[in-house]
């Protein structure tokens, strides 16, 4: 089986690629060549006898989409993006990457004519805007509020067009804000999620932008990748035409991660957020959805952790070899 993974060479999609290598297989079939596509190199993993090719390019680039879609990978998973602070301040970059660069990618699918691979999209609870209900379940309509959402809705209504029409084998994983994002911060505006426990945790400040009873939607990376396996595994005709769904994951609000930071780690490591209020965060934050009902996810077979501690415990354990500076 040949994959090919946009964006390989950041956090979800290394981790992605290590879980691959080491199962070995996917959907049952052997694994012996992987296409590893970033705007940097990605890394070539290790213990991977089959055949290995990364690729530095920009996917939204003209005849770059072309490229690797001529190779005929049998799954691809698609993870290029600019993230959600990113996109917020820089317009054109934000839709060139991520709108026009999933569309030149679904289109060279569609002008091949005999190819039709599983495609695997990573979209956002992002598309979804304020007001909402108590849990948002996936019949909710899509009223996002923010460029970067605006970009994943309009990608998802192509995924399900190109795969309504028997282009390609289409899902798409509506992933919440992945907490514990390990090694070093980036532009996403909820970076700060993530920051409050792994700067701690490391000996470090860290700032917190917005108030304490923020509430959001949380999963590990560890469920990130499994979401995205279950996806590239699951049976698309218990989908059904709605292709798109919602992740399970861990409702909670920021005072409920630090207080869980605190049984884990103790009062000292918890000490280190310091209240910083940054009004651009908050006004993106307040356009977030905050709790969803995934019972439909969880049907298919989806899992996520029960709470926040599980959460805090598998950074500790995946990425700080089981302890931590207290």
């Not at 089986?1 to 079939?29: E, N, P």
């Amino acid at each position: 089986m040949h994959v090919l993974i946009t964006g390989a060479a950041g956090m979800v999609g290394r981790k992605l690629t290590a879980r691959l290598v080491a199962d070995g297989s996917l959907a049952g079939k052997s694994l012996d060549r992987l296409t590893l596509v970033d705007i940097v190199q990605p890394d070539r993993p290790a213990g991977f006898t089959g055949q290995v090719e990364t690729v530095a390019t920009d996917m939204s680039a003209e005849g770059e989409a072309e490229k690797m879609i001529a190779q005929r990978p049998d799954v691809i998973f698609h993870l290029a993006a600019i993230v959600s602070g990113e996109a917020e301040a820089n317009f054109e970059k934000g839709y060139r990457i991520n709108l026009d660069g999933t569309r030149l990618l679904l289109e060279a699918i569609r002008k091949m004519g005999d190819y039709k691979p599983n495609f695997v999209f990573t979209s956002s609870i992002a598309v979804f805007g304020a007001p909402f209900p108590d849990a948002i379940a996936d019949e909710f309509h899509l009223t996002p509020m923010t460029s970067y959402g605006t970009q994943k809705a309009v990608c998802e209504l192509l995924l399900a067009d190109y795969t309504r029409r028997g282009i390609l084998d289409g899902i798409g994983i509506r992933l919440p804000t992945i907490c514990v994002r390990p090694g070093k911060p980036n532009l996403a505006a909820s970076g700060f999620f993530s920051g409050i426990i792994r700067e701690p945790l490391a000996g470090q400040e860290a700032n917190l932008p917005v108030a304490d009873d923020v509430m959001h939607w949380h999963a590990s990376p560890r469920s990130a990748v499994g979401f995205l396996i279950h996806g590239a595994e699951l049976d698309r005709k218990l989908l059904g035409s709605r292709i798109n769904l919602a992740m399970p994951g861990v409702a909670c609000t920021v005072a409920e991660q630090i207080a869980a930071l605190t049984r884990i780690a103790g009062a000292k490591v918890a000490a280190r957020i310091v209240r910083k209020p940054d009004e651009t965060i908050k006004k993106i934050v307040a356009n977030w959805p905050r709790r969803f009902d995934p019972r439909r996810a969880l049907a298919l077979g989806f899992k996520a952790e029960a709470n926040f501690d599980e959460i805090i415990r598998i950074h500790i354990d995946d990425e700080l070899g089981g302890t931590f500076v207290k």
